[in-house]
C-alpha cells in the first residue's frame, strides 16, 4: 500500500494553517495569497471545511476556524503524552544510527535530558534520564541557548546538525537538532551522541544527517508545528 495521500485533503489542511495569532479571520483572497492556491481552488475547499464544521464564514465573507477544531483539540489534549510520540521515534533513531538518541529540553538555566534510548549494541555514551547538564558550548546546548532562548551566538540559522566533539568530554561528540510544536515554537533539542572517533567520521561523511533531521522534522509535526515550517527548516 503506498503512502502518497490525497492531494485534496492536504491541501484542505494547508488552508486551515494559514490560520495564525493575529490572522485568526481572513478573506478568500487573503486565502489564496497565503497558500498560493487558485481562488477558485480555496472557494471549493473552504466549503466543504465549512460543511464539516472546521471553518465559518462570516456576513462579511470572511473565514475563521470552526467549533470542530475546538472539540478535536479538547481530545488531543485529554489523550496526549509526550513520551508516547518521543520514545518510539528515539527508539527508530537508535536502531537504525547505533548511537544513543536524546530528548534535552531547557530547565531553569540547564539543559534537561528528559527521554534518552541507548543502541542495543556497540561501545556508547551513557546517560540517564533525568540528567541535568549546563549550557555550555555542546551542539545540544547551542540548539537550546539559539532557537530556546534567542542568544545570538550565530548571526543566521546554522546548517543542521549542529555537532560538536570534545566540547565537554574529549571521548564523546554529539549531534543536535531542534524541535518545534504548536505555533512552531522550540520544544527541545533532539540529540544523537557516542564515542568521537566514530561520529566525527560520521560527521566527515554526512551518513548520519538525514535520519536525525527526517526524525525532528517527523516529531515536530506530531507535536503541532506546521508542514510548511517544518519543510524549510529540514530540508537539505
Known amino acids: 500500500m503506498g503512502n502518497d495521500g490525497v492531494a485534496a485533503v492536504e491541501k484542505a489542511l494547508s488552508l486551515l494553517d494559514c490560520f495564525k495569532p493575529g490572522a485568526e ?27 464539516m464544521g472546521y471553518v465559518v464564514r462570516s456576513q462579511a465573507g470572511n473565514y475563521s476556524l470552526g467549533h470542530r477544531l475546538l472539540y478535536l483539540g479538547k481530545l488531543f489534549e485529554q489523550s496526549f503524552h509526550l513520551s508516547s510520540v518521543v520514545e518510539p521515534a528515539l527508539h527508530a533513531l ?27 549494541e556497540g561501545l556508547r555514551e551513557t546517560r540517564l534520564a533525568g540528567t541535568t547538564l549546563p549550557l555550555d558550548d555542546t551542539a545540544i546546548a547551542q540548539v537550546i541557548r539559539y532557537w530556546g532562548l534567542g542568544e545570538p551566538i550565530y548571526d543566521k ?3 543542521l546538525p549542529l555537532f560538536t566533539a570534545g566540547a565537554r568530554d574529549v571521548h564523546t561528540a554529539a549531534f543536535a537538532v531542534p524541535v518545534f510544536g504548536a505555533g512552531d515554537q522550540f520544544m527541545a533539542a533532539l540529540t544523537l551522541s557516542g564515542p568521537a572517533s566514530r561520529l566525527n567520521a ?16 517527523d516529531l515536530s ?8 515550517f517544518c519543510e524549510n527548516v529540514y530540508r537539505s
Open 25 to 51: 479571520s481572513q478573506s478568500l483572497a487573503m486565502l489564496a495569497q497565503t497558500s498560493g492556491m487558485h481562488k477558485t481552488t480555496v472557494y471549493r475547499l473552504m466549503n466543504s471545511l465549512e460543511r
Open 94 to 120: 537508535a536502531a537504525l544510527t547505533k548511537e544513543s538518541a536524546s530528548y534535552y529540553v531547557h530547565d531553569n538555566g540547564r539543559r534537561l535530558c528528559l527521554f534518552r534510548v541507548e543502541p542495543s
Open 157 to 159: 540559522p546554522p546548517a
Open 202 to 217: 560520521a560527521h566527515a561523511s554526512g551518513e548520519l544527517d538525514r535520519p536525525q533531521l527526517d526524525t525532528a522534522a
Open 221 to 228: 509535526r506530531k507535536l503541532g508545528a506546521s508542514a510548511g
